[in-house]
């Protein structure tokens, strides 16, 4: 039976930007706030800087980053707005095929 329900482009985003355990590191490094750069995220990650690079431009793609540039500095830092719109939308629409037992429909999700 096809199904209506239909992730975000929020939430598509988030879940291919999340998709790699590389990735997911790199994202702990932004925890509290932090801006890095390119080389800062690389050095910490043990990372080349093109790898780093690509890393980095599919998390502000997916929209779990933002940037800004100093001069010829980008700095990069989570996006804290983004990546809640993000999982609100992600939430929604499991809840909308798969809800909880307690609020499951006749005939549960198919």
Known sequence: MASDIELTDAARGFLKAMA??????????????IE???GEVAERMSLAQSATSTHLA??????????????????YRA???RIGKALTDLYSTLN???PP?????AGGCG
């Open 20 to 33: 790699s355990e590389t990735r997911q590191q790199i994202m702990m490094l932004f925890a509290g706030g």
């Open 36 to 38: 890095l750069t390119v």
């Open 58 to 75: 599919t998390l502000r793609t997916g929209g779990v980053l933002t940037s800004r540039r100093e001069w010829k500095t980008v700095y």
């Open 79 to 81: 996006d804290p707005t």
């Open 96 to 98: 909308a095929c798969c």
């Open 101 to 105: 037992p307690e609020q499951e429909p």
